[in-house]
């Protein structure tokens, strides 16, 4: 049987916030470990039938990115639940959703600088 490993190491600062996040794995051609600014992960427990969740970002996260990430993150997710259920029907209400969100997002990010042009 085959093995993967994958690696993910974080720093923290002193009051324990994500100041960096790195991860490598055994089955890539990268030999150095590659940098995130954030991360979600989450592993099913089949014997308590629930969902353990690590969801962490670094201090350096921008608004905009942490905006994109989840968006991906959303399609992904519809991707992965279409191939392992074939619910397309399903899939594609995620992806509406993640077009929503991130449609709101700009939204509120061109009122927002709108705001604060228009400010003395």
């Not at 940098?35 to 629930?50: E, G, I, N, P």
């Not at 670094?58 to 639940?81: L, P, V």
């Not at 997002?105 to 705001?115: G, I, M």
Request: avoid cysteine; proline fraction near 2%; hydrophobic fraction near 40%.
């Amino acid at each position: 049987m085959h093995h993967s490993r994958i690696e993910i190491q974080v720093s923290l600062d002193s009051a324990r916030i994500p100041e960096a996040i790195s991860w490598q794995a055994s089955d890539t051609a990268a030999a150095e470990p590659r940098a995130a600014k954030a991360m979600l992960l989450s592993l099913w427990d089949d014997q308590t039938r629930t969902s353990l969740q690590m969801d962490l970002w670094t201090k350096e996260m921008r608004m905009d990115e942490m905006a994109d990430f989840m968006y991906q993150t959303i399609i992904g997710m519809a991707d992965s639940f279409a191939r392992a259920t074939r619910h397309t029907q399903l899939s594609e209400r995620m992806k509406n959703f993640a077009q929503e969100f991130i449609t709101e997002f700009v939204k509120a990010q061109q009122q927002l600088q709108s705001t604060d042009s228009s400010s003395p």
